[in-house]
Every structure is written in structure tokens, then in C-alpha cells.
């Protein structure tokens, strides 16, 4: 069984930035496929950005492009989120996902883990 805990979320400005972290347990974090996740006030939860296995690969979707990146330190078993150019819209709870598969297209059709998730509040 793999915890996945979230931690950087916070109330911030339009314009501003944040760095989310995903801090994973278990031996197997380097052979999974991550990926972050969100869910806005009365909306579903929908893919944000995923990146492979060996961080070669990474996927965004089209509403944070430009804004936002996702990296991967293996090492620390862990994953990142920095999202820059911060916008009212991106106001949700930020959620960690991991595939066993290390496949990002996997991950999305549905992760195996899910995290707790962090909120992330931005303001105009």
C-alpha cells in the first residue's frame, strides 16, 4: 500500500505562486506514474498535470499550461507541482494520484492512490 501526503497548499493572490509537494511512501515511488488532480467548490475532480515513471514525459491539461509544472525527485520519493501566474479559477483542493503502471495515459484513465489533498485558495 503506497500514502501519498500532500503539503503547500495555501491562500495566496492573483499573480502569485505555489509550490504543492507530494511525499510518497513505500520502496516502488520511482517505478510509478504521478500526477496531481483537483476539485473546485461544487465541481468534479479533473487532471491537472501527470508525469511518467522516469520523468522523462510529463502532460498538462490545457487550462494550466504555461503556468504550471510538474517535476519528480525520485530520490525523495517524492513529486512537485509549481504553479506560477496563480488565477481566481485554480482555487480547489489539490490532489496527489500515483499508477503502479508508470504510465501517464494509465494514471489518468484512473490512479491507483489517491492523496488526502491540499487546498489552494486564490484571490483576485
Known amino acids: 500500500q503506497v500514502q501519498l501526503v500532500e503539503s503547500g497548499g495555501g491562500m495566496v493572490q492573483a499573480g502569485d505562486s505555489l509550490r504543492l509537494s507530494c511525499a510518497a511512501s513505500g520502496r516502488t515511488f520511482s517505478t510509478y506514474a504521478m500526477g496531481w488532480f483537483r476539485q473546485g467548490p461544487g465541481k468534479q475532480r479533473d487532471f491537472v498535470a501527470a508525469?511518467?515513471?522516469?520523468?522523462?514525459?510529463?502532460f498538462y491539461d490545457d487550462s494550466v499550461k504555461g503556468r504550471f509544472t510538474v517535476s519528480r525527485d525520485n530520490a525523495k520519493s517524492s513529486t512537485y507541482l509549481q504553479m506560477n501566474s496563480l488565477k481566481p479559477e485554480d482555487t480547489a483542493d489539490y490532489y496527489c494520484?500515483?499508477?503502479?503502471?508508470?504510465?501517464?495515459?494509465?494514471?489518468?484513465?484512473?490512479?491507483?492512490?489517491w492523496g488526502q489533498g491540499t487546498e489552494v485558495t486564490v484571490s483576485s
Open positions: 508525469i511518467n515513471w522516469s520523468g522523462e514525459v510529463t
Open positions: 494520484a500515483a499508477h503502479r503502471s508508470g504510465d501517464i495515459m494509465l494514471l489518468l484513465r484512473g490512479p491507483d492512490y
